[in-house]
């Protein structure tokens, strides 16, 4: 079991200037073929590969996976971002719907939210007892030792934010008509609750950040920045070598002895 230990308030230093968007997408592209190095890797080796992403409302959890992931197969890279248990659910083990979830041999299995619901919105918000939350933190660290002595490779990051730039983020989620979707009902109801969410996440820290499932604490005021340094950490968290591969070349091929068909395509109409 984790040792209790007292928390100590994460880092909120002034953030470096905001980098370019030309050096982010050369260091990006560069952090993307690396992860297509480590993918093939971890499909040779049958590594068994969990990421776990948690953080505030606006902390950009989601722009950082979606970051990782865009450059590299869903199949190996998969994540999983479940809904509010079901009734039936909420009657199981609580660790049990996730199970399910946990990387099978040759995957990367991304969490956006976790098992650590429990620890955050579910108590802050009162979506569970006390006691159930003292019981979720004691038996965490347990779980967790079982999955990495069963071979996984756990890594944990916590994404944070300051309230004047999480505030800045919700408001663009109002007010910009492609990001209504991400703002939830739920977010409306946390926003006056950052003290508690303070609290909730240090008592977090206390109980699960173990030898063998550290927490790694990202700041994210500049989004371009945390992503790169997450994949960068994530890379660095996963012996890999590359595994060269046969050079491709494309066969010749005769095209033109089959006359045009005269069947009626419906073409889509091009307005651009």
């Known amino acids: 079991m984790a040792d209790?230990?007292?928390?100590?308030?994460?880092a909120t230093n002034t953030p470096p200037v905001p980098l370019k968007r030309k050096e982010y997408e050369k260091e990006l592209h560069r952090l993307h073929e690396e992860l297509v190095t480590l993918q093939r890797w971890v499909v040779s080796k049958g590594l068994k590969v969990c990421v776990v992403f948690e953080g505030r409302d606006g902390a950009g959890k989601g722009g950082t996976i979606k970051a990782l992931t865009e450059r590299v197969s869903p199949r190996v890279f998969r994540v999983v971002a479940l809904p509010a248990p079901t009734e039936k659910e909420k009657s199981q083990l609580y660790f049990q719907r996730y199970?399910?979830?946990?990387?099978?041999a040759g995957e990367i299995v991304i969490f956006d939210r976790s098992w650590y619901n429990r620890a955050g919105v579910e108590r802050v918000m009162g979506f569970c007892t006390e006691e159930q939350v003292e019981k979720f933190l004691d038996g965490a660290p347990i779980i967790e030792k079982a999955m990495v002595e069963a071979g996984i490779i756990l890594i944990k990051y916590w994404l944070e934010v300051t309230p004047k730039e999480q505030e800045r983020r919700l408001r663009d989620r109002i007010n910009d008509g492609r990001k209504t979707?991400?703002?939830?009902?739920?977010?409306?109801?946390?926003?006056?609750?950052?003290?508690d969410y303070t609290e909730a996440r240090d008592a977090m820290?206390?109980?699960?950040?173990?030898?063998?499932?550290?927490?790694?604490?990202?700041?994210?005021?500049?989004?371009?920045?945390?992503?790169?340094?997450?994949?960068?950490?994530?890379?660095?968290?996963?012996?890999?070598?590359?595994?060269?591969?046969?050079?491709?070349?494309?066969?010749?091929?005769?095209?033109g002895k089959i006359k045009p068909t005269a069947y009626p395509f419906r073409y889509n109409k091009e307005k651009f």
């Open 99 to 104: 199970v399910p979830h946990l990387p099978s």
């Open 205 to 255: 820290f206390a109980a699960t950040d173990t030898a063998w499932a550290p927490w790694f604490v990202a700041r994210s005021e500049d989004k371009k920045r945390v992503r790169l340094n997450i994949i960068s950490h994530l890379l660095s968290q996963i012996p890999y070598k590359d595994i060269p591969e046969e050079p491709v070349k494309l066969p010749k091929r005769k095209i």
């Open 181 to 195: 979707w991400k703002l939830s009902p739920m977010d409306i109801k946390s926003f006056t609750r950052w003290d």
């Open 4 to 10: 209790k230990k007292k928390s100590k308030p994460v």
